[in-house]
């Protein structure tokens, strides 16, 4: 639990755009006010926060990392994970961690809530509080923190520590991810290797422990604009040289404009191991925006292959754009 707490007035980059300003945005009208919350999971950790927080900063490191949201103001929150063998003395931590804030922040006292020891206090005009758990089925040391505006809301605080939990792969020996409007699972010997969040596309491409394993998932907005021709013409056109004997598939149900496509990986090089390729696009009727995944597998790794389509292990989680209106709406 040694991060530093972030400043706040944080950069609007263009991270921050993948919400609200990266899609076709016309629908919103009917559903912002849906929905409070939205569940997000990443690194086995899910938490459910307010639908206006956004994820600014991220880690792919599965051993020690940060994520950091913010309002339009503001960092409001932030995820923080570390690897550890067993749980820590928290009673000798929290004594420990008041002393050294207590050389930067004013009126650090220690607090617990909803079981999570933690720390409270001010500093710079915000009220920061500082939380920690060891989830042992994950192994891993967490600690959240809240950046309030100037008084500590602690009914928010109760709220989002009741929802954050350790979220150990499936027994189908699947990983969940819920992120920036993408459900997926992958297998759980996968690791994040890419996350690219950019105005009108979201990217996360997920690396096995053997080449040529990757697994690639995407979401693109702004359809409309930049389509011009079908999805299957779409799809075709991402496999690109290194992909032979291309086969489409009988799109899935429930969707509109679903195609799949198999082929064989073959990249170019007599030391780099081929594999098989499986590919799926779609328009998803709930968002408008374009879905697409991609799952290029070794013959080690057979068993995880997405026999049933590409578009089993990814949904889409159009709540993530359901933002209260700007009269504070429900």
């Given amino acids: 639990m040694n991060h530093?707490?972030?400043?706040?007035?944080?950069?609007?980059?263009?991270?921050?755009?993948?919400?609200?300003?990266?899609?076709?945005?016309d629908w919103l009208v009917g559903v912002q006010t849906r929905k409070k919350t939205v569940e997000w999971v990443w690194r086995q950790i899910g938490v459910e926060l307010p639908v206006e927080w956004e994820c600014l900063q991220l880690a792919r490191d599965p051993n020690a990392g940060r994520c950091a949201f913010a309002d339009r103001y503001r960092f409001r929150f932030e995820l923080n994970w570390r690897v550890s063998p067993g749980e820590p003395d928290f009673k000798r931590m929290m004594k420990d961690y008041e002393g050294s804030l207590a050389k930067e922040w004013t009126g650090v006292r220690q607090v617990k809530c909803r079981g999570w020891p933690g720390l409270t206090g001010t500093r710079e005009g915000e009220v920061v509080s500082r939380?920690?758990?060891?989830?042992?089925?994950?192994?891993?040391?967490?600690?959240v923190v809240f950046i309030h505006e100037a008084t500590r809301d602690a009914e928010l605080e109760r709220k989002v520590l009741a929802t954050v939990r350790a979220v150990p792969p499936e027994a189908t020996g699947m990983q969940l991810w819920r992120a920036f409007g993408m459900e997926i699972r992958v297998?759980?010997?996968f690791t994040l290797g890419e996350?690219?969040?950019?105005?009108?596309?979201?990217?996360?491409?997920?690396?096995?422990?053997?080449?040529?394993?990757?697994?690639?998932?995407?979401?693109?907005?702004?359809?409309?604009v930049w389509m011009k021709g079908s999805v299957r013409d779409w799809l075709a056109a991402q496999t690109g040289e290194l992909v032979r004997n291309v086969r489409f598939k009988p799109g899935g149900g429930g969707t509109v404009e679903m195609e799949r496509l198999d082929g064989l990986w073959r990249p170019k090089g007599l030391l780099l191991r081929k594999g098989d390729y499986a590919a799926a696009a779609w328009k998803e009727p709930a968002d408008g925006?374009?879905?697409?995944?991609?799952?290029?597998?070794?013959?080690?790794?057979?068993?995880?292959?997405?026999?049933?389509?590409?578009?089993?292990?990814?949904?889409?989680?159009?709540?993530?754009?359901?933002?209260?209106?700007?009269?504070?709406?429900?």
């Fill in 131 to 143: 939380f920690g758990a060891y989830f042992s089925d994950i192994k891993l040391l967490v600690e």
């Fill in 195 to 224: 996350c690219v969040v950019e105005p009108a596309r979201v990217g996360m491409r997920f690396d096995g422990p053997r080449t040529p394993d990757r697994w690639i998932f995407r979401r693109y907005g702004m359809v409309k």
């Fill in 4 to 25: 530093q707490p972030s400043t706040n007035n944080p950069r609007r980059s263009a991270t921050c755009l993948a919400f609200r300003g990266g899609g076709d945005c």
């Fill in 289 to 330: 925006r374009l879905y697409h995944a991609i799952c290029i597998t070794g013959k080690k790794s057979r068993r995880f292959h997405p026999s049933a389509g590409t578009d089993a292990v990814l949904k889409a989680c159009p709540e993530f754009l359901c933002v209260p209106g700007e009269g504070g709406g429900a």
């Fill in 187 to 189: 297998p759980r010997t």
